[in-house]
T-cell receptor, first 110, second 115 residues
Framework: LAKTTQPISMDSYEGQEVNITCSHN???????ITWYQQFPSQGPRFIIQ???TKVTNEVASLFIPADRKSSTLSLPRVSLSDTAVYYC???????????FGAGTILRVKS | KAGVTQTPRYLIKTRGQQVTLSCSPI?????VSWYQQTPGQGLQFLFE???????NKGNFPGRFSGRQFSNSRSEMNVSTLELGDSALYLC??????????????FGEGSRLTVL
């Protein structure tokens, strides 16, 4: 199973763009990259998923270089409510167990 | 539409007892997976069921078991509880049965305290 490595924590200010990078050196050909957000005492919430290049939705962008050994979650103009733990997951077809890493604690300050 | 529902939300047990947790997935979702979350170990995969069959299992002892019913509702059971089983148990459902992992929809969890 592909293991992921993320920064333990990051600090930012409201209105800034935040980029969280995840390393997954042994990603397999069939693996997808997925990011989740979790607030205290709640279940994780899906943010975005991609396989290669760039994916964008209404809340974030996901950048994946050609070698796919890393990925970057980009959160534009963060607010205080974006303070949470962000998890990067690497996994293939559903049915392959998804492994959550330690996550990145993002603290947004005013 | 209703989200993933987990019951009970909170429970306290003593060592040696057993516990059963229930999860009702989003209507139409056939895949249900379970995770254990603790401060020390983070989120760890327990098992995943699809159409009443366990497709994958994490690295947990046999005291942890689960099942899925024909209506996709799932239960997990922990027997002979240990102090270390105290955790938030999260259930997630997914519409996807194959192909890309898709989006997991998590419930709010069942917080188990073992005394």
């Amino acid at each position: 199973l592909a293991k992921t490595t993320q920064p333990i924590s990051m600090d930012s200010y409201e209105g800034q763009e935040v980029n969280i990078t995840c390393s997954h050196n042994n990603i397999a050909t069939n693996d997808y990259i997925t990011w989740y957000q979790q607030f205290p005492s709640q279940g994780p919430r899906f943010i975005i998923q991609g396989y290669k290049t760039k994916v964008t939705n209404e809340v974030a962008s996901l950048f994946i270089p050609a070698d796919r050994k890393s990925s970057t979650l980009s959160l534009p103009r963060v607010s205080l409510s974006d303070t949470a733990v962000y998890y990067c997951l690497v996994g293939g077809e559903y049915g392959n167990k998804l492994v959550f890493g330690a996550g990145t604690i993002l603290r947004v300050k005013s | 539409k209703a989200g993933v529902t987990q019951t009970p939300r909170y429970l306290i047990k003593t060592r040696g007892q057993q516990v059963t947790l229930s999860c009702s997935p989003i209507s139409g979702h056939r895949s249900v997976s379970w995770y254990q979350q603790t401060p020390g170990q983070g989120l760890q995969f327990l098992f995943e069921y699809f159409s009443e069959t366990q497709r994958n299992k994490g690295n947990f002892p046999g005291r942890f078991s689960g099942r899925q019913f024909s209506n996709s509702r799932s239960e997990m059971n922990v027997s002979t509880l240990e102090l270390g089983d105290s955790a938030l148990y999260l259930c997630a459902s997914s519409l996807v049965g194959g192909g890309p992992p898709g989006e997991l929809f998590f419930g709010e969890g069942s917080r188990l305290t073992v005394l």
